[in-house]
Structures are given as C-alpha cells and as structure tokens.
C-alpha cells in the first residue's frame, strides 16, 4: 500500500519548531499588511464598491487564468508566471493535505486517506508540478538575466533574492523526496517520477548519511520557507496580495474619463501634491507594482530616452509611501511622529546636530520630476499592458492638475495653450469668428442657419485642429465629401462649436476644461442631435466619455465608425478596390486603446484600398504619435522624437505610407515626414481623404 | 475586507490590552502545538496551529496599529 | 514695496488686421465681433515685475486702470494673477481720451492712493502704440521715468538697478524711488492665474471712480483726430524684358536709378 511516514526522520523539536515559525511568520505578514492598509486608508475617499460579482470574476479571472498575463506578445512570460504560481500553489495545497491528514483526519476522525490510489495520483501530481515550478522558475532567470531586455537592464537585489529563495525551495523539495526514498529504499520510489532520477543516484549512500542530509535538508527547507514568508511583505512578492487586490478594485466602467473635481469652485485644494491627496484606490496601485515593466514596452517615452518611465515613477512613489508608512519602523525601530522624514532617514527637526539634513521629501520635486509629469502623452499604453491593472494616467493628471490649479507652475508654452483656450476656444490664435470659414467653401451648412435641426442624421463635430488648421481642413473637407456622396443630411456647429476641452483636461487643468464642456454642452442640448460623428478621436473620445459627468449625454461616433457603416450599409459606394497600395495603419491611442475602435478603420481600409500593412506594435500595443496629453502644444525637448520612432517603424515594415484617423497624429505624421526627409516616398493621409480620393 | 470597517474585536485598534490578547493566543497556540508534539498527543496541534496562527496575525495587525504613520 | 502698475484693455492683438473694421465716418475701430478684449501685453509684463518684486520684498500690488465697462475684465484679471487691489476709473468723457487727459487721469487716481514706492506700467498699449500715457503720468506726478527696460536688478526700499533697451544694446541705470519705469516684453512671461485667484477675483469689490472723484470736470482733448482709414496699398510687379541675365540686371539698374532708389 503506497504511503510515506509523515514526519520520517523529523525529531519532535523540528516539528515545535515548525509551529512557532508559523506564528512568527502570521505576525509578520499582520503587521506588515496591515501598515500597508493603514497607508492606503490615509488617501481620500474612494466611490462605494459595485458590482461586487463582475470584480471577484475579473480577479479570479486574472489570478487563476492569468488573463492578462498570457498575451500577444508575452506568450513566453505569461506561461512562465503560469507555472510558477501554479507550481507554488499546488505545493502549497499539497502541504495542506498533509496538514489534513496528520492532524485532522486522522486524531479527530481516525481514517487516513495519505493511501493507496488517492497516494499515487498524489504523487504523480505534485512531483509534475515541482517540475513545472522549477522550469517556471528558471524561464524567468533565463528572461531576465540572459535576454537583454531593455526593461531589465538595471535588476535589483531583490529579484535576485526571490528568484534564488524559490528555486531553494523547489530544488529542496525534489532532494527532500529523494533522499527520504533512497534511505528508506520505498518500493513505491517510481511513482515520484521527478526525484526518482536523483534517488537512484542516491542508493549507493550509506543511510545514516542520507538520514544527515535529510534533516540538513529539511532545516533548510523550512528555514528558506519562513524566509521567503517574512520578506512576502518587503519585496516584491507583495503583488501575491497588492495586485489581486488592485484588480479587484478598479472601476469596472473607468474605461476612459478622468475623475471629475466635482464642485471645484468650492474646493480649496487641487490635485494631489502629497500622496495623502490620492484617493485610497490610487494608493493601493503605487503597491500593487511587482516591476515586471510590460508598462515599459509600448510606451513611447521609456522608448524615446525621456525621463518618465511608468513603472519607475509607480516604484518611487510606491516606495516613498511606505517609508511614510514607516514598514520597518515600529516597536523595533524609532518613532516617527515627532520627526520629519527624509527617505527613510528619521529626522528631528529640532536637533542642531541633524541641521544640515535636508528638509522633507517631496512628492512633486523630489520623488517625481516635474519633467516626468509633463513628459506624459496619456496614451495609455502603460495601463493596458499592466497585468495588475494599474492605472498610471490618472495618477500622472492628479499631480498635473496640482501643479496648474494650486501652483501655477507648467511649461510656458501651455500659458498660451490656455490663453488662447479662454480667448478663441480654440488652443490657437485664431479668432472664434473664423472657425466655421472652411465650411463656407466646401457649401456645409452651420446650424444656426438650418431651418428644420430635426431633420438632420447627425451633427458633425469638426475639432479645432479640421476647423483652423490648413493640412486637417483638407480632412473636414474630405469627409463633408462622403457626407454628402451618401446624402446624409448634417450641419456643423461652427461659431458655436468650442473646445472640448481635452487639451485643457489632460493637461490638468480641470476649470476650464469645465468652462469650455459646459458651454458646449448647453449648446447640444439645444439642439439635442441624434447623433454626433467627430473626425478627431480626442473630440470623440470627451464627447463620448466624459461629457455625461457634466450632464451631456449624446450618441458619438467616430468618422471611421460612420465610414465603415455606410459602406456596410450601401449607402456609400465604393469603387472595388484592386489594388494595395502598402499604406499602414496607425491605431490613435484614442481611439484603439480608450475607446477599443479598432476593427472599423481596417475594415475601411479593406473596402477601399483592398488592403493595408499591419505594424508590428499595432491594436492595443500601438504606439503613440506624442501628441496626446496637451504635448502637441508642447516642445519636445527631451530624448527622441516619438513621431520618429513610430514613422521609422512603419518605414520599416515596408509601407508607402501611413493611414490614420486621427488630425494629430496627421500633424505630427506630417512634420516627422519632412524631418526625416521621407516625402518623396512616404505619404500620410487620413482615412476620409482614403475614401474621398476613391469616390 | 478593504473598504469595509474591520470587525469590532473584543479589544479595540492597538491598545496594549489588544496586544496582550494577541500574544496570549499565540503562546497558547504554541503552547499546544508544543504539548501536542512532545506528548504525542494529536488532537492537539490542529487547534494550537491554528490559534498560533491567527494569534501572530492579530498581534502583528494590534502591534501595527499602535504606531502612528508619518503626516503628509 | 508698495507698486501701482496701471493697465488698458484693447482688443486682442493676434487677431489677424484683416479682421478688424474701420468706421470712416466715425473714425472708429470695430474689432470683429465675439472676440473678448484684453489685458495690453506690455502692462502684463509691468504686472508680472510688480508680482515678482512683490514676492522678493513683500508689500502691496494696486492696479488701476481707465476704461469703460469691460475693464472690469481686465482687472480682476490682474487680481487673479496676485493683485492686492484694484480701482477702476471709468466716466465717458475720460475713456476715450488722448494721451494727454489719459495721463492726468490716471495720475490724479494714483494721487488718491496711500502710498506707492514705484509705478509699473507697459512701454506702450498694442492698439495705439503711443507710448506717451506712462510719460505723461510720471510729469504730472514728478517722478523720474525710465523707459522700456528689460531687467530690473538689486531692487531695494529705496532704489533699483534697471536696464533700459536703447537701440543698438542696454544701459544699465541706477533709479532712486519713487519711480516710474515702462515695461517691455522682454522682461518676463506674465503668469497664468491659478484657480484661487480666479475664484478670489471674481469675490473682489472694485470701486470705480468718475471724472468728478478726480477733480477733472471739462477736460479738453489736446490731440484731434482727422481721419482714420485703412491705406489700401497696391503691388505692382514689372518684369524687366531682356534677351540675357546681364542685360537685364543693367536695365534693372537703370531703372532704379531713374527711381532714386539707389
């Protein structure tokens, strides 16, 4: 009957022991969670918890399945990460059962069922899974040490030190088998089909040496054990509890808005300046962050030399806080109430001896680099690659609007970004008078002139970049071109139409994005359209999402959205296209990855070019034109120029050109055209000019 | 559970009665488990483990209580 | 350091010439409608020193402005931007006026201040470009003027150091208080006003004055304005007919002397 002793060669003092480490090791994980938890609760509030269902499948989805982890392009880490937890949580439930067994089942209900069938498939089952945790395992030293990612180049001790503990424990656990089957020379040895390899080399030893080795190795063993649990809190392996619960809590329905300053006449502070000033969700994602830098990959300042990188600025500021939180301060270290706080040096304010030390740290200045804060394009490509699903854009905007709504400190150039906002509602010079000038020409009709609004299909929402700027007006004029080709009947707002705001949002500063929504928002309500297409996604992208905080609730489309079911529908027809001219397609952050358009610009494409060139990081790993986030009024001056490094790589993959949809990546596609001297051979053009071209 | 206020314990947030409750589990968790191993006797390790257990816990969450967190 | 720095509102100068209308028979601007006037660029800069001086050293920043209705605007503008007070003078036979009545306005409503140790106001006002009302103001008050500067340096409670922009470089000038100096452009970026300010200008109380409140009754224009219109200006283009290259730049030569030109 295949069994084991339980406890084989392990004296009564080791098993003691074993059960005051185990309260050793709760006490640790109490006390650090829980400073942890009272870190977090210092932030402001945080919406009420809904949906209580969807977060727990979302959470079991991403733990268990590792939804987000297994993915195009970490096909390779996510089946890593697979093994690895797997591995560790199957070893984990295999002690419990021999928890079951030894202390449950058998004193209190006198069976064993350690036996026999259910003691072979035991087996077989756990010594696959050692072997999947120890593969895992050396995958990822494999992935970090020997592949040269870019994101790895600096490793810190710690990944070394989890990395080491745990392939300790794995490779322990195997020799524990081996040596207890060749001492004991069990006749059921095969059945352990990993260590039985190691037990045949085994036999030939004298059993009382094995017997040594075994109890060396099972101090080790359990030793390495209470390591690894009593650093869980300290190192990364935090994310096991941070980052199931980071998931757990996002807004499920935060796809794209910004939170709103509600009331923000009456608010006295702005932002967030010291982390206290982040609502307590925000603080639980500094935490979750087990920099595994997939936020690294797409983003387009880490991959132009610019200072910001999202996971270092979440690592920082992560670890700023919990030095507040004082992790390692308590009963064994000094107080921290009556002391500044310098990185994790204790100051007393008051001791001339300590004068010379610096004043308190920071967030903005110290921790975070204001260059950081402005270098970001808000295209998101951080958040969705996280596997936790932290949510860097928000936390970057909050700390931007401080600087702008309290401080009154940001570049110069948004100065005339925001004077020009409140002047012209255009973030140009250009008088509001003119904005509806190119309409005129192209016989569009401006709805304040429309006798009966309740006739029209749609409104179309032109932007200020189509209404202002010669190279976008081209696009308006393309697109009042299909319009009209399928006889949809529309007018355009035109003097009535101002900013969205998006620029003024991103940029942080909420008043007068709050100013120019609600005047647009009074606007289309008078009206109350059926429907809204904007030939921009950012205009699309505000009206869609974010207008209903202010009360504008309105049905958006984007143009390639209408495009695409006008085709679909025959309303619009278009010649059948021959042949593919080799144009690639750039997905625009928003409207791929913030609002999930990205099937209906290719289909388009499809229809009227017969085809187009996919780039390597396209969809949700597309890569940003740098104009998101206010930088399109913005100089670059930092690093490399993003534009570039994405036109390289359509250049790259062979394209004559590239397809967008967007008029600022048109603007920023444009002027890298001419910068790398490509014009001759490189063209950049919307999708409505696409399809005009071709009716 | 986050978000929600934790349970009303029989000792309230980092008192030193709180964390003498604490550390009295724990050893008598330890206690039991020790009894229980030395003694031979079973039944006993189950519920000292798991008072030994929850016990740490308690007494590390009552020991983190008690010490403030640094302003701003 | 107690600053009054005195500021117009015009129309809003990057607003393309081709929009803007003139009325003949009036002889009066019409600035294209919808387009809101604002603060004169140059008395930005003169707000933006006073701020900064008011940082460095402490004391109060008074704005005064003349103008109609819509410079209440401009004002609490400059109070969102860090301005302690605010006075607007505001009378029909005044907001119109020329440089001259203009200057004694405001120098009558700076009289009826407390205390000032310096005057700021810009160089000139970008729709008329004068350049005479912060002159006119410093004679009427008996202050030294030093106009356009640049940089003020090493300023103190009873003098500065100023550079003063001349045409081919600067000097460097020492000015004893109480002064007057005119601002130029490149002396600094005016700041954005943060939303406190925004929020505490829009609560401000900005007591206005009239032509009797400073004692002006019946002031008379010394400058009469003839004609106002927009000079339509012709480009002729002639192209110098020659059979080879040195031909026509001899003939071309020719030509421009017969012009006077060279």
């Given at each position: 009957m295949p069994t084991r002793q339980i406890g084989w060669n392990v004296g009564e003092i080791a098993f003691a022991v074993m059960y005051v480490l185990v309260a050793v090791q709760a006490l640790v994980l109490g006390y650090a969670f829980t400073r942890r938890y009272l870190m977090w609760r210092r932030g402001r509030d945080y919406a009420p918890i809904d949906r209580i269902g969807e977060r727990v499948r979302q959470t079991l989805a991403v733990a268990l399945l590792h939804r987000r982890l297994i993915r195009p392009g970490y096909r390779y880490a996510g089946v890593m990460h697979l093994f690895i937890f797997w591995g560790f949580v199957v070893l984990f439930i295999g002690t419990i059962i021999v928890l079951l067994e030894a202390d449950i089942a058998r004193p209190y209900f006198g069976f064993s069922f350690y036996q026999g069938t259910f003691y072979v498939v035991y087996k077989l089952v756990i010594n696959l899974f050692g072997l999947l945790f120890l593969i895992g395992l050396l995958m990822a030293a494999y992935r970090r040490y020997a592949q040269h990612l870019p994101k790895f180049r600096r490793s810190l001790s710690d990944d070394a030190i989890v990395l080491a503990i745990l392939l300790f424990l794995g490779v322990t656990g195997f020799l524990l088998e081996a040596l207890r089957l060749s001492a004991t020379r069990d006749a059921a040895a095969p059945i352990h089909w990993v260590a039985y390899p190691l037990t045949l080399v085994l036999n030939g030893a004298d059993p009382s040496v094995l017997a040594a080795a075994h109890t060396l190795t099972w101090w080790s063993h359990m030793l390495a054990n209470t390591a690894l649990l009593v650093y869980i809190p300290v190192s990364k392996l935090a994310h096991i509890f941070t980052g199931p619960t980071n998931v757990?809590?996002?807004?499920?329905?935060?796809?794209?808005?910004?939170?709103?300053?509600?009331?923000?006449?009456?608010?006295?502070?702005?932002?967030?300046?010291?982390?206290?000033?982040?609502?307590?969700?925000?603080?639980?994602?500094?935490?979750?962050?087990?920099?595994?830098?997939?936020?690294?990959?797409?983003?387009?300042?880490?991959?132009?030399?610019?200072?910001?990188?999202?996971?270092?600025?979440?690592?920082?500021?992560?670890?700023?806080?919990?030095?507040?939180?004082?992790?390692?301060?308590?009963?064994?270290?000094?107080?921290?109430?009556?002391?500044?706080?310098?990185?994790?040096?204790?100051?007393?304010?008051?001791?001339?001896?300590?004068?010379?030390?610096?004043?308190?740290?920071?967030?903005?200045?110290?921790?975070?680099?204001?260059?950081?804060?402005?270098?970001?394009?808000?295209?998101?490509?951080?958040?969705?690659?996280?596997?936790?699903?932290?949510?860097?854009?928000?936390?970057?905007?909050?700390?931007?609007?401080?600087?702008?709504?309290?401080?009154s400190r940001f570049p110069q150039e948004l100065v005339s970004l925001f004077n020009n906002l409140e002047r012209n509602a255009n973030p140009y010079s250009f008088p509001a008078s003119t904005r509806a000038d190119w309409a005129a020409a192209a016989g569009v009709q401006e709805l304040a002139a429309v006798a009966d609004p309740g006739e029209l299909e749609l409104i179309y929402w032109v932007g200020c970049m189509?209404?202002?700027?010669?190279?976008?007006?081209?696009?308006?004029?393309?697109?009042?071109?299909?319009?009209?080709?399928?006889?949809?009947?529309?007018?355009?707002?035109?003097?009535?139409?101002?900013?969205?705001?998006?620029?003024?949002?991103?940029?942080?500063?909420?008043?007068?994005?709050?100013?120019?929504?609600?005047?647009?928002?009074?606007?289309?309500?008078?009206?109350?359209?059926?429907?809204?297409?904007?030939?921009?996604?950012?205009?699309?992208?505000?009206?869609?999402?974010?207008?209903?905080?202010?009360?504008?609730?309105?049905?958006?489309?984007?143009?390639?959205?209408?495009i695409q079911g006008l085709i679909d529908s025959g309303r619009l027809k278009v010649p059948a296209a021959t042949l593919r001219d080799g144009f690639a397609y750039h997905d625009p952050c928003y409207l791929g990855r913030y609002n999930e358009v990205y099937d209906e610009p290719r289909e388009v494409l499809n229809s009227v070019r017969g085809g187009f060139v996919e780039l390597p990081r396209c969809r949700d790993r597309g890569f940003c034109c740098g104009a998101g986030g206010a930088r399109a009024f913005m100089e670059e001056k930092r690093g490399t120029r993003i534009s570039h490094n994405r036109l390289n790589e359509a250049i790259g993959a062979q394209a004559s050109g590239v397809a967008v949809a967007c008029p600022f990546c048109v603007t920023m596609f444009e002027d890298g055209v001419r910068a790398l001297n490509v014009e001759e051979r490189f063209a950049v053009r919307d999708i409505a000019e696409i399809v005009a071209e071709a009716l | 559970m986050i978000g929600r206020v934790p349970k009303r314990r029989l000792f309230d947030r980092g008192r030193p009665e709180a964390i003498l409750g604490a550390a009295l589990v724990t050893l008598v968790g330890i206690a039991l488990t020790s009894f229980g191993v030395f003694t031979h006797t079973p039944p006993a390790v189950a519920p000292g483990a798991t008072l030994a257990l929850l016990g740490g816990a308690w007494l590390g969450n009552s020991l983190a209580r008690r010490m403030p967190l640094e302003a701003g | 350091m107690d600053i009054v720095v005195t500021v117009k509102q015009v129309p809003d100068p990057d607003i393309p010439p081709t929009h803007f209308k003139v009325d003949e028979a009036a002889s009066k601007v019409i600035p294209p409608a919808g387009v809101a006037p604002v603060m004169n660029g140059y008395d930005a800069n003169a707000l933006e020193a006073a701020l900064r001086l008011k940082e460095q050293l402490g004391g109060k920043v008074t704005v005064v402005s003349l103008g109609g209705d819509s410079a209440r605007d401009t004002l609490k503008r400059a109070i969102a931007m860090g301005a302690d007070a605010a006075v607007h003078i505001n009378d029909p036979s005044l907001n119109e006026a020329d440089s001259t009545t203009t200057a004694r306005a405001l120098a009558a409503a700076?009289?009826?201040?407390?205390?000032?140790?310096?005057?700021?106001?810009?160089?000139?006002?970008?729709?008329?470009?004068?350049?005479?009302?912060?002159?006119?103001?410093?004679?009427?008050?008996?202050?030294?003027?030093?106009?356009?500067?640049?940089?003020?340096?090493?300023?103190?409670?009873?003098?500065?150091?100023?550079?003063?922009?001349?045409?081919?470089?600067?000097?460097?000038?020492?000015?004893?208080?109480?002064?007057?100096?005119?601002?130029?452009?490149?002396?600094?970026?005016?700041?954005?006003?943060?939303?406190?300010?925004?929020?505490?200008?829009?609560?401000?109380?900005?007591?206005?004055?009239?032509?009797?409140?400073?004692?002006?009754?019946?002031?008379?224009?010394?400058?009469?304005?003839?004609?106002?219109?927009?000079?339509?200006?012709?480009?002729?283009?002639?192209?110098?007919?020659?059979?080879?290259?040195?031909?026509?730049?001899?003939?071309?030569?020719?030509?421009?002397?017969?012009?006077r030109l060279v």
């Open positions: 757990f809590l996002r807004a499920t329905d935060a796809r794209a808005a910004l939170p709103l300053i509600a009331n923000i006449e009456e608010q006295e502070h702005f932002g967030a300046a010291r982390v206290t000033d982040f609502n307590w969700k925000q603080l639980v994602n500094f935490d979750a962050c087990m920099r595994c830098g997939r936020c690294l990959d797409f983003c387009p300042t880490f991959n132009t030399g610019k200072p910001l990188k999202p996971r270092q600025l979440i690592v920082e500021v992560g670890a700023y806080m919990n030095r507040q939180a004082g992790l390692l301060a308590g009963p064994a270290g000094p107080r921290v109430d009556e002391a500044g706080v310098r990185g994790h040096e204790l100051v007393a304010p008051d001791e001339p001896r300590l004068a010379q030390v610096p004043r308190v740290a920071e967030l903005i200045g110290d921790v975070v680099s204001e260059d950081e804060l402005w270098d970001c394009t808000t295209c998101r490509a951080c958040m969705e690659q996280c596997p936790v699903r932290i949510e860097h854009v928000p936390l970057i905007v909050e700390m931007r609007r401080n600087l702008v709504l309290e401080q189509s209404s202002f700027d010669a190279r976008n007006q081209r696009v308006a004029n393309a697109l009042a071109k299909i319009l009209k080709t399928a006889e949809v009947k529309f007018a355009i707002l035109g003097k009535e139409e101002s900013c969205v705001g998006d620029p003024a949002r991103r940029a942080g500063n909420e008043y007068l994005y709050q100013l120019l929504a609600q005047t647009n928002i009074e606007r289309l309500n008078q009206y109350q359209p059926k429907r809204v297409v904007a030939s921009c996604p950012h205009c699309f992208n505000t009206l869609k999402n974010e207008y209903p905080q202010l009360g504008g609730s309105y049905e958006v489309v984007h143009h390639s959205q209408l | - | 700076i009289k009826k201040l407390d205390h000032f140790d310096l005057i700021l106001s810009g160089r000139q006002a970008s729709d008329t470009d004068g350049g005479q009302v912060h002159l006119g103001i410093a004679t009427h008050l008996g202050l030294p003027a030093v106009s356009p500067i640049q940089k003020i340096d090493d300023a103190s409670a009873d003098s500065l150091t100023v550079e003063r922009i001349i045409e081919d470089g600067y000097q460097r000038l020492k000015v004893r208080l109480p002064a007057l100096l005119g601002v130029s452009s490149e002396m600094n970026e005016p700041r954005y006003p943060p939303l406190k300010g925004i929020m505490a200008a829009g609560r401000a109380q900005i007591p206005v004055w009239t032509a009797a409140d400073l004692g002006l009754d019946g002031v008379a224009p010394r400058v009469v304005l003839r004609r106002l219109y927009v000079e339509t200006r012709e480009a002729k283009v002639e192209l110098i007919q020659a059979d080879s290259l040195s031909e026509a730049g001899t003939k071309l030569a020719d030509k421009l002397r017969e012009a």
